[in-house]
């Protein structure tokens, strides 16, 4: 190790040809220092600004060299000092280009493909032809070709290059995993734009539980399968599957059930179920949403008609009435009530078309009143404002005191 001073007029021999690598580093805090073959540094001073064997050593900076040829110094301005240590960091090979704060990594030797590491403010080539990326970059030769995983502005990036061009390029972004602020982090499929978000906004319940953090899909294109694998992606903006079999279909956006209990003795529509919505914008043409909902009652001393009717917004767009002769006098029932209904068309005057079942039997007796009905005439409700959907129904009237109670009741989106 030793300490050399220099000056502005006449190279200075740091290193013979050892074969050893070595750091050169620049102790001075305020000039630069020219280092290279002899040759190299007197054109410099004849005026040859662009010499690739010449590199300049900012204040404060080093440099490993390997040792193959004899280096020289040389003062930009000033006298300044550089700390020559030899036999040092074997694996670490020389920067082409020091002067902008370039670092570069090469095993088993310079030369194309065997860049395995730099660090640079700008991307670029190297003096052999290797294309390196702004920012800390990794380089790996695979089975598949070279893999890059670079770390620029805080983004980390995966570039691969699989042509003949090797290091030289073309390289292409396929990943990459960035921090936003305030919205979490991002891991992108840059091929196709698919994105998984962590979101940097925990939920807080009312007891001050901070919940795990919430993950977020946008939107791609069905992935393609890998054989014995289920895949999860987003499809507009809707979680969605691919088993191994390739059937792509959403996850159904079911619910808890409601079990509240709702009696409903009235000759007037009374809320006979939860008050379920549909978020504004939710629904798509070929949206497909289902309610269910199932309980007992007793037909009380005087037959009455009951009605079921759904309603979507405050609008009964779905009524079935029961007859009074249905069931005799205080006779027990069971029923159950099933409505799906498809978005035909969005927007202001969206159009609907449902279906729906109604079953009611004696207690502990088989079917005795059932109807299947699909309604060929569509509703128009619009698909851009929120949705109320519920079940309301009445008898024809009190007397005999008839009664009718809601158990459990469901609602889902099911595509």
Not at 85 to 112: E, K, N, V
Not at 368 to 393: F, H, K, N, P, R
Request: glycine fraction near 10%; charged fraction near 10%.
């Amino acid at each position: 190790m030793a300490t050399l001073a220099l000056n502005t007029k006449d190279p200075f021999l740091l290193t013979p040809a050892t074969g050893e690598s070595f750091i050169i580093a620049n102790l001075d805090l305020t000039n630069n220092v020219y280092i290279g073959p002899e040759i190299g540094l007197y054109g410099l001073q004849a005026g040859n600004l662009v010499d690739p064997t010449v590199d300049t050593l900012l204040p404060g900076s080093y440099v490993v060299l390997d040792g193959s040829e004899p280096i020289y110094g040389l003062a930009a301005s000033g006298q300044p000092s550089v700390l020559v240590i030899l036999g040092a960091l074997s694996y670490w090979q020389p920067s082409p280009s020091i002067s902008t704060g370039q670092f570069f990594s090469y095993s088993p030797s310079r030369g194309a493909g065997n860049l395995v590491a730099s660090v640079s403010g700008t991307a670029g080539t190297d003096p052999y032809g290797n294309a390196f990326f702004a920012g800390v970059t990794e380089y790996t030769l695979t089975g598949h070709g070279y893999y890059a995983v670079n770390l620029d502005v805080g983004q980390l990036n995966i570039y691969t290059s699989t042509g003949l061009g090797g290091e030289a390029g073309p390289w292409t972004l396929v990943n990459s995993l960035a921090y936003l602020f305030g919205n979490g982090l991002t891991l992108t499929n840059q091929q196709d734009g698919g994105q998984i978000i962590i979101s940097g906004l925990p939920k807080v319940t009312a007891a001050g539980i901070v919940s795990t953090s919430q993950l977020a899909l946008t939107n791609g294109s069905a992935p393609a399968l890998a054989a014995g694998f289920a895949e999860l992606y987003a499809d507009n903006g809707h979680l969605a599957t691919v088993p191994p079999s390739g059937l792509i279909q959403r996850v159904s956006g079911a619910q808890l059930a409601d079990m509240t209990q709702y009696t409903v003795t009235q000759a007037a529509a009374t809320q006979a179920s939860k008050i379920w919505s549909i978020p504004a914008s939710d629904a798509e043409v070929g949206a497909t949403y289902e309610f269910g909902a199932s309980g007992s009652g007793v037909w009380g001393s005087t037959q009455q008609a009951l009605t079921f009717a759904l309603f979507i917004q405050g609008t009964s767009h779905i009524v079935t009435t029961v007859p009074a002769t249905t069931f005799a006098i205080n006779a027990l029932f069971h029923w159950m009530f099933w409505v799906r209904f498809y978005c035909v068309s969005t927007g202001t005057f969206a159009t609907w078309y449902p279906e729906h079942t109604l079953k009611l039997s004696p207690a502990n007796q088989q079917t005795a009143w059932d109807i299947t009905e699909t309604l060929t005439a569509l509703y128009t409700q619009s698909s851009l404002a929120s949705q109320t959907v519920e079940l309301e129904t009445n008898w024809a009237a009190v007397t005999g005191a008839p009664t009718m109670t809601t158990v459990a009741n469901w609602f889902r989106r099911v595509v």
